[in-house]
């Protein structure tokens, strides 16, 4: 194989550029009075007053992850046992909602959740005076775990299909109960999966601006709510730029403390 | 397999290589709009855009912002392809005061003799070089009378009871917003001094428990369906509103409202100036803008047009207000550029409260001690492991 | 155990649906606010096709599918096949620039190419940048890292000898990389060339902030519909959407079943013709 290494230029280039490049001039703008243009730590003195936002962000997006792995992980224990061809419908099954708009998805989710939607016209034909389902932490938390769902269950079915059984049986002539051979051989073996699909669902969470706007009450604001909102309806990137930096130092932060404690460096592709 | 393959991806490069905005041989302008704002054929009333294509063979791009605001960044973020746009009386003076508009030429829009002296030549835009107006409206509270008692309204109060918590909602853009908090400490539209904006930022803030969303166009849904009873917004549109659901209701605060002007300019940096000068005249015809203002529900700033709408609309004393109401009404001045900014921070300031719950945070830190506590237990854990077998190795070589 | 398991997976899957189901209800509810049945119609499709908006929005975002997976594929096949055979230093730096936009979230990739197309439009003196180029070269971009991802592990299970031992009998080096290695990595390409292309169909965020004007795709059009009085013609693209890719997943799954199958009926075949010939020779 003559010259293959230089074949991967062409998108190292791409990368460097479309990649590098444009985090480099999110510092630049963070760093930047956005009326002057000069050096200024201003934006990012101003995050402060953002850190309730942050705290919020990272509790919903923590509880939401956690929900979704424990809601996932029996649902792809399950599916990695079955027979490959229901294994093969199953798999399908749970990625078809991750293919099609996530955006009506969780407007169907309000329409179900609103004080006049669908499971409240059904309480109050029973006589049943209305719930607030919706405009709360819970209503973001289940638009969450609703949306982010498939990317936990897929990593986890992929890496707890490589187990070998083998090591199961064994556990259990050595004398494990079900809950030894759970926690002792299993879990430990799919962290790899575990890891992936914990960073899958936990960094858009953390990051999401459209399901707290239609879940959420006036006092939800996340994260990506002051981002959105920065660019879109008031016109001061700079803001905006200091808290995508900050953002994005969160995450990587967060995605080093699971690595480490998990204590493994795999990443496991869906 | 293979060849269905080949197959399959020629033709979809073959359709996807077929141009996505048919060309009309008259060209085409883009428009930019607010939402809910044109007459588009809905209830058998008249497709505006439509007829201006039929009549001149110019397609129009038709394209909608919920705010001022966000027109504006839209400008500003580059993407200014547009070739007309319709916003408001301060937002004009804005634009103008950063030569982001360009100048018309009326030889291209003999219709602007049509338009009322009463709403030429405004402080926005005196001479008019830059604007044509297209509606005029007033703001005012629309309730469901259903569920809101008769003795609680009359007043920008209204928004701040605290028996109809969680059924209010409120403008989404900050000019509007702040009108209504200045209306109420009875402050001045625009007034620019700094304890006033954050006096009424904190009304504002105070008001946030009650509001169960910011909005704009998303009222409509609400209001018609009862999520929300009470909202503050454009008579014109509570027009639109009481036709689906006729419990709504409106009034004009005693405090004071805002009185506006939209007007259609023409963005620097346009494609087909001409195209949009044509399609403006087309706007201030008398024919069009009664039939289009008739499905509106907003007010003309062409009397002539009246002879073309429904006479229980020119009528009406929501969509035409006496003078003696209109009194009462004050337009927005575009503000100072440090007032703006000022504005702009305290209305983030006011999107953006709604403090963390205790517990929230003190778990987190619980969270992240116990986190801790684990990594420096497993470190420990791991060196006496070691240590351990390191020990039995030394016993095990001597034997 | 088993049907505790059996029974929560399709209470989850269940969970997954229900919204779909509303939304496929509401498509024929003749009035607007999904809570109300108000009868059923058709109306809402045939409000759908008569639009010449939502359709055309359709196969804009079909087009930057298309285009952006393609572009992607072959840039990021390449780049696999060099990577491959790098030193582990170079290769592990590759890989870091690799996970960037995997780990950022896709506020802050949108973010920062919205800025860099904005910094471009300063340097270029051009007002208007955004558009149809840099919708196309924010989805490449996002896309990039999951084909490397898809075909790089195939690489590595590769047998390192095969090529060499098609060149043995008689393959220039070209023909051993196309008779050969890409038939081995064949499986990889397609999985993440079908993972980009599903990605950029219905990618919101990252489009929302590097869209311009004039080439609006899909779900950027939903979220501008989302913010006006809600449309029963969207929930019928919806449900028209949702069958066409639940049909076109279903062939797939189909006729993949149908190719493992044939492969290992030829694989027992060949087994039992070589048991044969050892029997006879």
């Known amino acids: 194989m003559i010259h293959t290494k230089r074949l991967a230029t062409p998108y190292i280039v791409w990368m460097v550029l479309f990649t590098v490049v444009p985090l480099g001039i999110v510092f630049y703008y963070a760093f930047t009075d956005s009326i002057t243009g000069q050096f200024t730590l201003e934006n990012i003195v101003r995050i402060q007053s953002y850190m309730p936002i942050f705290i919020k962000s990272i509790w919903l997006a923590l509880i939401s992850t956690l929900v979704c792995l424990i809601i996932g992980y029996p649902v792809a224990y399950y599916i990695a046992q079955c027979p490959p061809s229901r ?74 299909l490589k187990i070998d059984s083998r090591l199961i049986e064994a556990a259990q002539d050595l004398g494990c109960n079900s809950p030894q051979v759970f926690t002792k051989v299993i879990f430990p073996l799919s962290m790899p999966g575990v890891i992936s699909g914990f960073t899958m669902v936990f960094v858009p969470a953390v990051s999401t601006f459209y399901i707290s706007q239609k879940l959420g009450s006036s006092g939800t604001t996340l994260i990506g709510d002051v981002i959105e909102s920065q660019f879109k309806a008031a016109y001061n990137p700079n803001l905006g730029a200091a808290l995508s930096l900050i953002l994005m130092v969160l995450v990587f932060i967060c995605i080093g403390i699971t690595r480490r404690v998990s204590g493994t460096e795999e990443v496991a592709m869906p | 397999m293979k060849r269905l393959c080949a197959l399959l991806l020629c033709s979809v490069l073959l359709i996807s290589s077929i141009p996505v905005s048919a060309s009309a041989a008259g060209g085409s302008i883009n428009v930019y709009n607010w939402g809910q704002y044109i007459s588009d054929g809905s209830d058998g009333y008249i497709d505006v855009n439509k007829a201006f294509t039929e009549k001149t063979g110019i397609q129009v791009n038709y394209m909608t912002f919920d705010s001022n605001e966000s027109m504006y960044t839209k400008l500003k973020t580059g993407g200014s392809t547009y070739d007309v746009i319709i916003p408001s009386d301060y937002m004009i003076a804005k634009l103008i005061s950063e030569g982001m508009l360009e100048k018309l030429d009326y030889s291209n829009i003999p219709n602007y003799r049509y338009i009322d002296k009463a709403y030429r030549d405004q402080a926005y835009d005196p001479k008019n070089e830059y604007s044509v107006p297209y509606t005029w409206g007033t703001v005012g509270v629309i309730y469901n009378s259903k569920y809101v008692d008769e003795e609680d309204v009359g007043s920008w109060d209204l928004l701040w009871n605290p028996k109809y918590s969680g059924k209010i909602l409120m403008f989404d853009n900050p000019r509007d917003a702040f009108a209504i908090g200045e209306l109420k ?42 999520e929300a009873w009470i909202a503050p917004y454009y008579a014109g549109d509570y027009l639109l509103m009481a036709e689906e659901n006729p419990d709504l209701k409106f009034f004009f605060p005693e405090e004071g409202f805002n009185l506006f002007i939209d007007a259609c300019c023409i963005p620097k940096g346009c494609q087909n100036k001409e195209g949009a ?3 403006i005249n087309f706007l201030c015809s008398p024919e069009i803008s009664g039939e289009n203002l008739d499905y509106l529900g907003y007010s003309t700033p062409i009397s002539k047009a009246k ?88 016993t095990d070589s001597r034997d | 155990m088993k049907t505790f398991q059996r029974s929560f997976t399709y209470l989850v899957l269940l969970f997954l649906y229900i919204p779909m189901l509303v939304l496929a209800v509401a498509s024929f509810n003749a009035g607007t606010d999904p809570a ?69 979230p896709d506020i802050v990739t949108g973010v920062s190419l919205a800025l860099l197309f904005a910094f471009a439009g300063t340097l270029l003196k051009m007002k208007s940048v955004l558009g149809f180029t840099t919708l196309l070269i924010a989805h490449v971009t996002f896309s990039l890292p999951y084909i490397i991802m898809s075909v790089l592990p195939k690489l590595s299970q590769m047998d390192p000898d095969l090529q060499e031992a098609a060149m043995d009998l008689g393959c220039t080096p070209r023909q051993a990389f196309f008779k050969v290695v890409l038939h081995e990595i064949m499986p990889g390409v397609i999985s993440g060339a079908l993972m980009a292309f599903t990605m950029s169909l219905d990618d919101f965020v990252i489009s929302y902030f590097v869209y311009g004007p004039k080439f609006v795709t899909l779900p950027v059009e939903i979220y501008n519909y989302t913010k006006k009085p809600l449309q029963p013609k969207i929930y019928a693209l919806f449900t028209l959407l949702f069958m066409v890719i639940l049909l076109v997943m279903i062939i797939m799954t189909v006729l993949e079943a149908k190719d493992e199958k044939q492969q290992s009926q030829r694989r027992i075949a060949f087994r039992g013709r070589r048991k044969r010939k050892e029997v006879e020779g």
Not at chain 2, 312 to 331: H, K, R, W
Not at chain 2, 373 to 386: D, E, H, N, S, T
Request: proline letters at 4%.
């Open chain 2, 185 to 226: 400490l009875g402050y001045s539209l625009n007034t620019e001094d700094k304890d006033d904006l954050r006096n009424a930022s904190y009304e504002l803030i105070q008001q946030k428990p009650l509001v169960q969303a910011y909005v704009m166009d998303q009222i409509f849904d609400k209001m018609e369906r009862e």
């Open chain 1, 87 to 160: 294994q093969r419908l199953l798999y399908l099954l749970v990625m078809l909602p991750m293919c099609i708009s996530f955006l009506l998805r969780t407007m169907a989710w309000v329409s179900l959740l609103d004080d006049t939607g669908i499971i409240n016209r059904f309480i109050q034909a029973m006589g049943m005076k209305p719930l607030p389902l919706i405009r709360n932490n819970g209503a973001v938390v289940l638009g969450m775990v609703y949306n982010y769902l498939p990317y936990m269950i897929l990593p986890l079915y992929s890496v707890i």
């Open chain 3, 36 to 104: 109300v049945w108000k009868g059923f119609t058709l109306h809402n499709y045939s409000e759908l096709f008569a639009d010449g908006v939502l359709l055309p929005m359709l196969l804009n975002s079909v087009i930057i599918a298309v285009l952006s997976s393609l572009i992607a594929t072959v840039l990021g096949t390449m780049a696999c096949l060099g990577m491959h055979d790098m030193k582990p230093r170079l290769r592990n730096m590759y890989m870091t620039v690799t996970n960037i936009p995997m780990t950022n």
């Open chain 2, 307 to 394: 002879d073309f709408m429904d006479p229980d609309i020119s009528a009406s004393d929501i969509a035409y207000p006496t003078e003696e109401t209109l009194a009462n009404g004050q337009s927005f001045l575009n503000l100072s550029v440090e007032a703006n900014h000022e504005m702009d921070a305290l209305w983030l300031q006011v999107k953006t409260q709604g403090g963390v719950d205790s517990y929230a945070v003190w778990s987190m830190i619980a969270l992240v001690v116990l986190l801790i506590a684990y990594l420096i237990f497993r470190q420990i854990r791991r060196k006496r492991r070691i240590a351990a077998r390191c020990a039995r190795w030394k």
């Open chain 2, 277 to 279: 000068e044509a399609y």
